[in-house]
């Protein structure tokens, strides 16, 4: 049984409509299209498979799982929700706004503080002060949409999560590419 | 004669009946977002640009024709029909906005807090006639943790995500005792995370 560990980091992250350039091609992330509103593209860290777990109009499950089965498993929800209906980017919130996020996540007993990726995307940062609810949370707005990725500790291991697996994380979302879907002309 | 006409008459009624569909019963729910925000009306159960054909305000009741299952319900939006995400309805119309929240420092405690407040929940335990509910995370995007006790210190059992549903068994302070229908395990959720939703 899979048990999450605590870090420390808990992640806000401003999503460009910029793609990066990369010398590798990006993979597509599961079925390519959210519910015909945008595409979700990303690269795939080398040794890792993205499969859906869940799906249904509102809502979508991607686990992000590797082979190695001690490496961290991720996992990815895109869901939408009415209370961001009219904002296109997370980096469009105002302060009121990102303290209701905030919020949520201090009633699962987490505090904050705030660093910078390599990248320069701010991030929240969170401790984990609850005995067991540890884990890694980034999460981000699209076109209404909430999109939340966790990373956990490996299945039937006790180790905890370290620096690597949270860059690697990290560089993960760094990559993802959402591109809304032009609605063809009637 | 009076006899046959009445037999005619009496037929006409029973195939009258049979052929006119009774009305339906449209149940009352009302609109609760997480936010106080207005409810988006649709003219398909599906997100798209183009199928917003109105908006119920926060508390405004709508009348549910019926539920179709995947996290939507059709309803009687004036003299249209009309669709809605479920988690937005709940059976008690809501008495007041919601507050915004801002995030407060986590309250450090003790063993013996933890365990005494643990038993204030078990005492304040209250069989009730089972009805269902359904998991209603803070974030959608967020799962509820299904635990062994009413503590957040207890631990957790496995975890649910929102539209999950449970049969509730009996209700606390802030706690409820649920059963997972799928698996038959029972446990504890937190009261705050669940929708109470008509069936």
Known sequence: MKKLISLTLCLIMAF??????????????????????????????????????YSDSLM?????????????????????????????????LDDEALAEIEATYAEYEMEFGYTETKLGTKLLMATEVGDYQDYVSFFSIYMGYCIEFTLMSGMDTEAALTAEDIELAIDFLSDLDFEPIEEAAE | ??????????????????????????????VRTNTGISLHVRSSPNVTKNNIIGSLKYGE??????????????????????????????????????????????????????????????????????????????????????????STSAKVISTYKAGDRFTVISELNHWLQVQDPATGFVGYIWKDMTLTVGN
């Open chain 1, 60 to 92: 979508s499950i991607w686990s992000i799982m590797s082979e190695d089965e001690t490496k961290p498993i991720m996992s990815m929800v895109i869901a939408y929700d009415e209370a961001y209906a009219d904002v296109e980017r997370f980096n469009d």
């Open chain 2, 61 to 150: 009741a709508v009348g549910v024709d019926h539920y179709l299952g995947n996290g939507w319900a059709e309803i009687v939006y004036g003299a249209k029909r009309g669709y809605v995400a479920t988690r937005y309805l709940v059976a008690t119309k809501p008495t007041s906005k919601p507050s915004a929240k801002t995030a407060s420092k986590p309250e450090t405690k003790t063993d013996a807090t933890i365990l005494a407040n643990m038993n204030a929940e078990f005492k304040s335990a209250k069989k009730v006639n089972a009805y269902t509910v359904y998991v209603n995370p803070t974030r959608v995007t967020t799962w509820i943790n299904f635990r062994w006790a009413p």
């Open chain 1, 16 to 53: 460009s409509l910029v793609s990066f350039a990369e010398t590798a091609a990006k993979e597509e992330v599961g079925s390519l299209e959210v519910n015909g509103a945008f595409t979700l593209k990303a690269r795939v860290p080398e040794g890792y498979t993205v499969s859906l777990f």
């Open chain 2, 1 to 30: 004669m009076i006899k046959r006409l009445l037999g005619v008459l009496i037929a006409m009624m029973l195939i009258a009946a049979m052929v006119v569909p009774a009305t339906a019963e449209v149940k009352t729910m009302y």
